[in-house]
């Protein structure tokens, strides 16, 4: 009974130690590499986990020659050009991880010191106004939606997991609205407040009427976003009344489609291993950009993306109604984004 507690602690510590749903996957996905690698390969990955994880305890000195096994294989293929240097350390990070979690002690200094550097940032670019343009002209009633309010507030992909409508609420001044508040992550340790502009918020809005138009009690508990429906049954049969959450997975896929069916993505050169730009990540660090170049204080962008600004995390105290006025005041600047209120 004592080892099968010790075998159910494994796959579970390792889990509940990530917290996004997109970062668990490809976790999971690495560690299952490393688990095939090292031989173990029989069960489901719960029961890998499991199994990798009492080896791992009761012979460290295994595990750390492996892993060091595992890291000159892939060295080499970064010297052969088949991996970037930088890709390496993601695949030692979740077993990094596991260990972390298992408490299981190894020589980490002496392991990573064969490790090649490589770049702390991916070598990509924004899209430009036009590809955003005619990202948004994909026929698909979510992808105005989801793109603005991306674009308009650098939220991770993982933060859909949490949206609901009752999360997005309008902000008025003198008598119209002019933009929305956004609670990311609402009621989890890492909630914040950010802002979307009037673009994403009357995109967001049309899609939650055409919703309750067909037949959907849209709620402030109804997710944001949702999974598509027969349009030929009768309003409020089918699939209308069930809404199924459109998962971070989902809305990746949907803008991956995007891109594809609009010309902007090609297949890769023989040579080339990375896009120009990246599917969902761009448009965070396209609202950085934008933020930046339209004048807005480069502390109060790093709040709105929910980044740690160092020991100002415990000293800063900028209000919601300054951070609203200084990302107003950006958009209102810029005369490039899709997203400008004035447009």
């Given amino acids: 009974m004592e080892n099968e507690l010790e075998l159910e602690n494994s796959y579970d510590s390792f889990i509940f130690a990530i917290r996004s749903p ?3 996957e490809k976790y999971l996905g690495r560690l299952t590499y490393f688990m095939s690698y090292v031989g173990i390969t029989k069960g489901n990955i719960e029961n890998r986990c499991n199994i990798f994880g009492e080896k ?6 295994w595990l750390a020659n492996n892993i060091m096994r595992y890291l000159h294989f892939h060295r080499q293929r970064v010297e052969q050009r088949k991996i ?12 990094k991880l596991f260990c972390e979690q298992l408490e299981i002690s190894l020589p980490w200094k002496r392991i990573m010191r064969g490790m090649p550097k490589g770049r702390r940032y991916a070598n990509d670019r924004v899209p430009t106004i036009e590809e955003i343009q ?31 409508w009752g999360h997005v609420s309008p902000i008025e001044k003198d008598g119209e609205i002019v933009a929305a508040r956004l609670r990311v992550y609402a009621e989890e340790e890492d909630e914040y407040v950010t802002f979307i502009s009037l673009e994403a918020w009357n995109e967001l809005s049309k899609w939650i009427k055409y919703r309750q138009d067909s037949g959907e009690v849209v709620t402030s508990d109804s ?51 990375r896009h120009e730009f990246q599917v969902n ?19 109060n962008t790093e709040i709105l993306m929910n980044h740690s600004v160092g020991i100002s995390d415990s000293y800063y105290r900028a ?9 107003r005041h950006a958009l209102l600047c810029d005369t490039h984004t899709t997203f400008c209120a004035k447009h």
């Fill in 319 to 327: 209000t919601e109604q300054e951070l609203l006025e200084d990302y």
């Fill in 56 to 61: 791992c305890k009761t012979d460290p000195k």
């Fill in 22 to 24: 997109v970062t668990r």
């Fill in 281 to 299: 990540h761009s448009y965070r660090k396209w609202f950085k950009t934008r933020c930046e170049m339209s004048g807005m204080k480069p502390i």
């Fill in 134 to 164: 005619r990202i948004v002209e994909y026929p698909d009633r979510r992808i105005k939606a989801i793109v603005f309010t991306i674009a308009s507030s650098g939220i991770r992909l993982g933060a859909w997991s949490y949206l609901k």
């Fill in 223 to 273: 997710w944001l976003m949702r999974n598509l429906w027969d349009v030929t049954t009768p309003k409020g049969a089918g699939f209308v009344s069930a809404p199924l959450q459109l998962k971070p997975d989902g809305i990746k896929r949907l803008m991956e489609r995007a891109i594809w069916a609009q010309g902007l993505r090609k297949k890769l050169a023989p040579n080339k291993k």
């Fill in 84 to 95: 970037s240097a930088s890709t390496l350390s993601n695949y030692i990070k979740p077993i």
